[in-house]
């Protein structure tokens, strides 16, 4: 069986909680690290087998120093089936919220944007396939484990999926810096597939084109642009404070 490497306690956190098989878990020797020997323990309660390492052999298993003690070895990532997903969304009493990702290519950026949608009460993440990040270690500790807390959909097209997406009922919002009206201006309180674009050239065109609104947040200082993720975010939440009034 294909296996993967998780690193950082958030991630592996989340992993030992969720329905990933876990294979071993390698902790560091030194220091008393209460949340890494709670996280020992969890694994030992599920069989899995603890291995105490020093340092440096936690960051050759992690091939990253940034591993904060724990590496844990589990079955690859398995990604959500759209239709299934669809199902399962529409059979549940609320509206659907989704996020739908353009190109995302920096695995910080995605890992922030999969954490902030979980983080706002999204049911779904969905990227496409091709010209884009998909799930990898470094975008599980990106994301403090919240990869393990929601669906992630990777499709092949994103503008059939759009499509889709609408008639299962979703408006489908873009988030574009030259949009006219702004994310405070736009009512999301219904079905909703929030559109966010990759770092550098946004939206593409045809995709744009299969939206039903642009939004844009608004700039008071002389930088003209967010960071992708950050504009993903502050979008998310002014949906989700909408979306939780009366």
């Not at 306690?9 to 969720?18: C, D, F, M, Y």
């Not at 994310?183 to 559109?195: C, E, K, M, S, T």
């Not at 939206?211 to 502050?234: F, K, R, T, W």
Request: aromatic share 6%; glycine share 10%.
């Amino acid at each position: 069986m294909k296996q993967e490497i998780l690193f950082g306690i958030n991630p592996v956190r989340e992993a030992l909680r969720g329905n990933r098989k876990a294979f071993e878990l390698f902790v560091q020797q030194a220091g008393p690290d209460q949340r890494i020997a709670k996280l020992a323990a969890m694994a030992e309660e599920q069989g899995i087998a603890v291995h105490r390492r020093e340092r440096a052999d936690l960051e050759r298993l992690a091939g990253n120093p940034h591993h904060q003690g724990v590496v844990l070895r589990v079955a690859p990532f398995v990604y959500a089936e759209l239709e299934t997903f669809l199902i399962e969304a529409q059979q549940s009493d609320q509206k659907l919220f989704v996020l739908v990702l353009d190109g995302i290519q920096d695995p910080q950026n995605l890992g922030a944007l999969i954490r902030s949608a979980a983080c706002a009460g999204l049911q779904g993440v969905i990227i496409p396939k091709d010209r884009a990040c998909g799930i990898t270690p470094v975008v599980e500790k990106a994301s403090a484990g919240a990869v393990e807390t929601i669906p992630v959909i990777q499709v092949t097209n994103l503008v059939q999926t759009l499509e889709r997406l609408k008639q299962a009922g979703c408006w489908v919002f873009g988030l574009t810096g030259d949009a006219r009206q702004t994310i405070y201006q736009a009512d999301y309180r219904g079905n909703l597939a929030l559109v966010v674009g990759s770092e550098g050239d946004g939206i593409r065109p045809l995709v744009r084109k299969h939206c039903d609104l642009l939004v844009s947040i608004p700039h008071y200082g002389g930088v003209s642009s967010l960071n992708a993720s950050v504009a993903g975010g502050v979008a998310l939440f002014e949906a989700a404070r909408q979306r939780s009034l009366p």
